[in-house]
């Protein structure tokens, strides 16, 4: 019974992300038309984007999802924020920051009718993999919108972990930090594997979401963006640790032990 109660529940939510796209995506143009002329920075659309994502989240019975020092990140400043990458629902659950930001993603993305046609008019920055010549595009359009006073939101990773494990990081995010001379703020989420296995389609019940907002590390003190990208990184892979020990009461989980740099 509960694995038919999970299939019937995965099921609805997926009919329920089709069945509102369009009526939603409606709204995201209304309040585009409306607010441009005096929201240069898309704050408002930014912020009815958060809702319309973390909608779903809202209604799915079996996932409870928990934001820790939210206040960490400022609307007041402009940060590179870095998250590890653990399942599609990343994506929705950062949402619940309700913070304004700026996405960098995969330029398949953006052609998924609704939801692509919003991150257009939001002026999320989109990237082609492999393309050197769009990696220094995606790289200057980040820089504008630090200079504006946006934040950007990207996964070191570069793509989703199989098994929770921390994966290596790209410097990227870390090289905009220096250039632009603006904190990095780490987050560190866990549970969403456990909701949406890489491969899987299915959503898991009974996940518990954390999202945890690290304090800023401050661009100054690093010579090169190799160093600050391995110091962020353990600074990451120490707090999922604690997380998902004080998450399971006991000894941290392998996959986090293993995700640690050696000192």
């Not at 939510?13 to 709204?27: E, K, M, Q, R, S």
Request: net charge positive; proline share 5%; glycine share 6%.
């Amino acid at each position: 019974m509960d694995r038919w109660a999970k299939t019937l529940a995965s099921y609805g939510l997926w009919a329920l992300i089709v069945l509102t796209c369009p009526p939603l995506f409606v709204g995201a143009l209304a309040i585009w038309l409306a607010t441009t002329p005096f929201d240069r920075r898309l704050r408002i659309l930014h912020l009815y984007s958060c809702a319309w994502a973390s909608l779903y989240t809202y209604v799915f019975p079996y996932w409870t999802t928990t934001v820790r020092n939210r206040e960490r990140l400022r609307d007041d400043r402009a940060y590179v924020i870095v998250a590890n990458h653990q399942s599609l629902l990343d994506i929705l659950v950062l949402f619940r920051l309700y913070r304004h930001f700026k996405w960098v993603s995969k330029e398949e993305i953006f052609r998924v009718p609704f939801v692509g046609w919003n991150m257009t008019l939001n002026r999320y920055i989109r990237i082609r993999r492999g393309d050197r010549q769009d990696a220094a595009r995606m790289m200057r359009a980040c820089g504008e919108a630090l200079t504006s006073g946006s934040s950007i939101m990207i996964f070191p990773e570069g793509t989703r972990s199989l098994d929770g494990e921390l994966r290596e990081f790209k410097h990227g995010a870390f090289t905009l930090a220096l250039r632009h001379g603006v904190p990095i703020l780490p987050i560190v989420l866990d549970g969403t594997l456990d909701a949406l296995p890489k491969h899987g389609v299915t959503l898991n019940q009974s996940a518990a979401i954390v999202i945890q907002v690290l304090d800023p590390i401050p661009a100054a003190g690093f010579r090169d963006a190799g160093a600050f990208r391995d110091h962020v990184r353990d600074v990451m892979a120490a707090a999922l640790r604690r997380l998902r020990s004080e998450r399971r009461g006991g000894a941290a989980a392998p996959s986090a032990l293993r995700g640690a740099r050696s000192a």
